[in-house]
């Protein structure tokens, strides 16, 4: 009888993972390194309890694709057992390209999009495990004769973002993120090897991008979370910008350096990624509070102690703000305290639902398939929500 390690998870109760491969690749450090990152960077400080891990995701992003796969098998698509569990090892790996704090330092530390490190640690893993991911990165990569294993990992109604709302919502306690992910998953079928939902699901899809849509301006680009990163990247930069680095990790501080490019051999600089999370940046910042440059004080004290930059934010643009005077208690002078500010006005964009090629397909039940764009009643999720806003120290 085959082991079946059991996982209590909060969101969806116990979640199950057979021995062999998945449960290897569960206890591997790649992706053990999820457990100290944040899936939410730096919105625990909007939300108290939005302190769960890219881990828990990984593994929530599994349990659904697994249920998915289920579902499609109860409906008659064909999926050999090597295509489930490729499909399963996909989802599973689909995040361990992220940084600390998840997006938050994903261009300051590595120049690289976390996708692009996440393809390379698969192909890491493949080689480390004897060419047994093979099946499961050529789905990854949308390489695979049947796109719809694909779809179920990155598309725009995807196991992730199934996962990713659902979690979310639960861990801040946003109640407008509930989606319904199960009623969604029973919707779904195959035909021509692409991913399709029945006719009876369209206001389930259009309950889900709405509440992607308040997610996004509710939680994932609220001003004080911003607020927050905008001064830890501020932070790095300055710290980048002193002689003396010795407080940074190791491997911190081989990317910090500024060595590393595009171009790197990605064998020379996985294993410093592999091994930095959360853990290093606030072990950084908390040295930093004693440290004797005044701006790392300055910014390292506010994100330890929730001293917060100012931040505005509108619909429409504004001006920048003119100068004004530091307070006595920073140790800044006017320049420096001038350079902490945004010099430019920032904006973010956020569509509901886009067109094009990547369109989620409603099956009708007469047969007939039709893209969800074209669906009456539904343009309110094509248009775009805007956001201008401006960071200031205070």
């Keep these: 009888m085959a082991f079946v390690k059991i996982f209590n998870d909060p969101v969806y109760g116990f979640i199950t993972v057979p021995s062999g491969i998945l449960l290897e690749l569960i206890e591997h450090p790649f992706l053990q390194r999820l457990q100290r990152i944040k899936q939410l960077g730096l919105s625990h400080y909007v939300y108290p309890g939005a302190v769960h891990s890219r881990f828990h995701h990984a593994l929530g992003a599994y349990h659904l694709m697994t249920l998915?796969?289920?579902q499609l098998r109860l409906k008659g698509v064909s999926i050999s057992d090597e295509e489930y569990t490729a499909a399963q090892i996909a989802i599973l790996l689909h995040d361990i390209g992220h940084g600390p704090f998840s997006h938050v330092l994903e261009h300051t530390i590595l120049p690289v999009p976390h996708e692009e490190i996440t393809a390379l640690m698969m192909d890491r893993?493949?080689?480390?495990?004897?060419?047994?991911?093979?099946?499961?990165?050529?789905?990854f990569r949308n390489q695979y004769d049947r796109p719809f294993l694909h779809q179920l990992i990155s598309s725009q109604l995807d196991t992730d973002r199934l996962d990713y709302l659902t979690r979310d919502s639960f861990f801040t306690g946003v109640a407008e993120g509930v989606i319904g992910y199960d009623r969604l998953i029973l919707?779904?079928?195959v035909t021509d090897q692409r991913l399709v939902l029945e006719e009876k699901a369209v206001y389930s899809i259009e309950k889900f991008l709405t509440s992607r849509k308040i997610m996004y301006l509710q939680v994932y680009m609220h001003k004080t979370a911003i607020a927050a990163e905008y001064m830890l990247n501020l932070f790095l930069s300055r710290f980048k910008a002193i002689s003396n680095r010795s407080w940074a990790s190791r491997s911190l501080s081989y990317f910090l350096d500024g060595k590393v490019s595009r171009h790197t051999d990605p064998e020379e600089f996985l294993p410093y990624f592999a091994s930095i999370d959360d853990v290093d940046i606030w072990s950084l910042l908390k040295e930093a509070v004693q440290g004797p440059d005044p701006m790392l004080r300055f910014l390292a004290g506010g994100l330890i102690n929730r001293r917060l930059f100012r931040i505005s934010m509108k619909d429409e643009n504004f001006e920048a703000p003119s100068g004004s005077t530091p307070p006595p208690d920073t140790g800044l002078n006017e320049a420096e305290w001038d350079s902490l500010r945004s010099a430019d006005i920032h904006h973010f964009e956020i569509t509901p639902y886009e067109q094009g090629e990547s369109e989620i397909c409603i099956r009708h039940k007469a047969g007939s398939?039709?893209?969800?764009?074209?669906?009456?009643d539904m343009d309110h999720l094509k248009n775009s929500v805007s956001r201008y806003y401006r960071v200031e120290p205070r």
Excluded: V, W, Y
């Design 68 to 70: 998915a796969l289920n």
């Design 125 to 139: 893993l493949n080689r480390e495990f004897g060419d047994r991911l093979a099946l499961a990165i050529r789905i």
């Design 187 to 189: 919707m779904m079928d």
């Design 369 to 376: 398939l039709l893209p969800f764009s074209s669906l009456r």
